[in-house]
């Protein structure tokens, strides 16, 4: 009988750890990101995120000394002072010098905890005397990156998870995926070893900015501004995620930043730099149909689709592109609106797309799925409407 | 004398000689209910099936983190599940669930025939029916249920459709219907008390909850203050929150918190005051440090007004007021400290035995204590970064909430059900119960501190596949917790409503004492009508 019930037990255990070995086979830790079942905080990359680190060990001791003391009293007694082995109840109900020390030993203990800890909040939270400063904007649901001061200044560009893994997230049914959820379209460039001060903000709700690794995390407030700062001193891609409910895609709109060595990083802005030059709209420059179209559907795939869909009929309370009377009008001055303002609460504000972007992706609108209207959005269009 | 000491005892069923004007019948002995114990067991049915709904939106949501990927709902789904699963918790659920307790127990614990204000008392009751409906049937309003988390955070609320009116509506009548139920424990306990029992002899439970009330007074009018902002910033052109008009959203999380922290007491003050009842029973042995016990409850009641802030560390506060709110969130440990102490003093050389009552009581302070030590931890503002709005702080509250608020509303209902039914529960039944909720709910809870640590944000509906396999544990914990309630509804409570089991004696418990054991079991439709004269620790009846 128990050799019996000792083999189950051993199929038993001998199926989960196969569960298990599949699982870590299928799925790899990602450096900078989560590891497979990972226990513990992220390995730190800055001196904060190492400070929290020891913080976290420091306190994890002491709890466990004292959960370990407290409870071993407990069930002595409970072994020990049972009715069924006897034991007769003692009289005793009070004691002022006992409930004295049980009030000022723990007391002595939280101060002993707080200094420590008292130390890492002043150094978390000085932000003076950044090398370069990066203002994160937190859009719904799209993290928007400004470089605000410093080598790179002016370099801006928008963050925006990969877009088949949302569609992977979608089908119930995703790919084993090391970065799964976790890959952007650009991530945030920085250099390795300088103080990098980020300033957050919001242009709809509240998100939060957050990198494990760096051991960061600030909300970005509409109409506020927060800072944080971090140093990394190992070069590596380091990933985070919104923190702060911010709507239906919440867990859609990961961080990822890269930290690269001081050379990379400035051949990084002479790119961009360059990019940026040649993206800077030309607003006399009239489009064809085909450029505004084709330049439209990227920007589509990227912005609309996770509501109107593919389709562009959206879905449930996302309202319907194909065959809208707005998108068909030949007036664009609505539709124009709409994407500078937002609409109803539902749609959000588009103005931080650039001229050319919103021209394109109204043309696009305005010919794509069943609506052929021949009609086209200019860039100066756009700009008059500003 | 009056009857209610008749020797004989009647039972349920006969109790008519005294009822002069007594127990009605049918619906309308429930829909005029102006009887503590009636009232009582109203609390308790509609906290259960609150509790239920609850669960079961607990468990949809388990069910789509079982695997990467959405399988079952979409992410707006989701976070409909989320914010209603934490409002009816809180408010459907547990809140009322300790009213319940409170409405059965303080009459028959200081020795007063009913409460203060019976009217009120059924008044209470009934505006909460309308208050679930409208926050349960808000699924079905077009653009679904709010989802924009329990604590309803500006400027998202801004963006939700008209089923956040109705939840708005319906946690003012809450509320009320909280304020109210207030008032009536602190009216009766500070003036219908049996000659005799004075306040520091009044029973724990008893003091608990007249401090929780206080609370209660002071914080439910912040709430409503809250929710009355954001409903005029929705309809009315106001720009309290909203920022684009000079509003300032973070305002609304200081507000908010301000009520939020003592609300968490709030639904753990009574919990201390059932354990503190339990322990010294089981014991055999009188409750060690009883005025210590009462003024621990005072400081952390007192704390609970200054340490909201410590929500909020993210938000980007000066280093002064991250300081000041790490500082003195860590002293709350102390009293919580001393409390769990004397409870284990109390155990400290007593007689004691294991029945399901003591059983869910040690487990409360075993379990709750653990969350007691992730809440220090978290108070530290610098772990607090890496942790803050993930799983860890998923993981701390539900193990204060459910290991704490919930196992001690389990270890009271075990400890007073003989008194109010008449009938012991199987003790077999509620020592499976007991066990089965233990160890499935530390399976549900215990992998989400990990979860924490390594970065899984919360009230995601799809998450990176490293977490995957910690989630399918703590969904198939949750699943098996589910279950273990309804068996505890299904063969624990529903046979002992019904009458079925063997008969409870007066004091079914050898060390338990009070006033509600010197009633008969059941206890009588109308039990002190004249008020009882008491030994001197007023915990007997003489004469």
Known sequence: MMNHLL?????????IAAYGATAAWAVNDLPGGPAVRQLNLHPPVTKIAEEQVWLHWFMMIICTVIFVAVFGVMFYSIWKHRKSVGHKAANFHESVKVEIAWTVIPFVIVILMALPATKAVVASKDTSNADLTIKATGYQWKWGYDYINGEGEGIGFVSTLDNAQREMSNSGKPEPTDDYLLKVDNPLVVPVGKKIRIITTSNDVIHSFAVNSFGIKQDAIPGFVRDTWFRAEKTGDFHGQCQELCGKEHAYMPIHVKVVTAEEYTAWVAVENKKLAAKQDDPTKVWTLAELTQKGEKIYTANCQVCHQVSGKGAGPIKPLDGAAVVLDADFTKVIK???????????????????????VISFTKNNWSNKTGQMVQPADVHAAR | ?????????????????????GAPHGWKRWVYATNHKDIGTLYLLFAFTMFIIGGILALLIRAELFQPGLQL??????????????????????????VGFANWMIPLQIGAADMAFARMNNFSFWLMIPAALMLSGSFFMAGGAPAAGWTLYAPLTLQMGPSMDAAIFALHILGASSIMGSINIIVTILNMRAPGMTLMKMPLFVWTWL??????IAVMPVLAGAITMTLTDRHFGTTFFNPAAGGDPVMYQHIFWFFGHPEVYIMILPAFGIVSQIVPAFSRKKLFGYASMVYATSSIAILSFIVWAHHMYTTGMPVTGQLFFMYATMLISIPTGVKVFNWIATMWRGSMSFETPMLFAVGFIFVFTMGGFTGLILSMAPIDLQLQDGYYVVAHFHYVLVAGSLFAMFAGYYYWAPKWTGVMYNETRGKIHFWWTLISFNVTFFPMHFLGLAGMPRRYADYPMQFADFNALASVGGFAFGIAQVYFFLFIVLPTMRGKGEPAPQRPWEGAEGLEWEVPSPAPFHTFETPPKLNKDATRIVA
């Open chain 2, 1 to 21: 004398m009056s009857a209610v000491l008749d020797p004989h005892g009647h039972g349920a069923a006969d109790h008519g000689h005294d009822d002069h004007h």
């Open chain 1, 338 to 360: 709409v994407l500078l303002n937002g609409q109803n609460n539902a749609m959000p504000a588009w103005k931080q797309l650039s001229d050319s972007e919103i021209a394109a």
């Open chain 2, 211 to 216: 401090i929780t009330a206080y609370l209660l």
């Open chain 1, 7 to 15: 083999k189950k037990l051993d199929t038993a255990l001998l199926a």
């Open chain 2, 73 to 98: 709902v979409n992410p707006e789904l989701f976070n409909q599940f989320t914010t209603m699963h934490g409002l009816i918790m809180v408010f459907g659920a547990i809140m009322p669930a300790f």
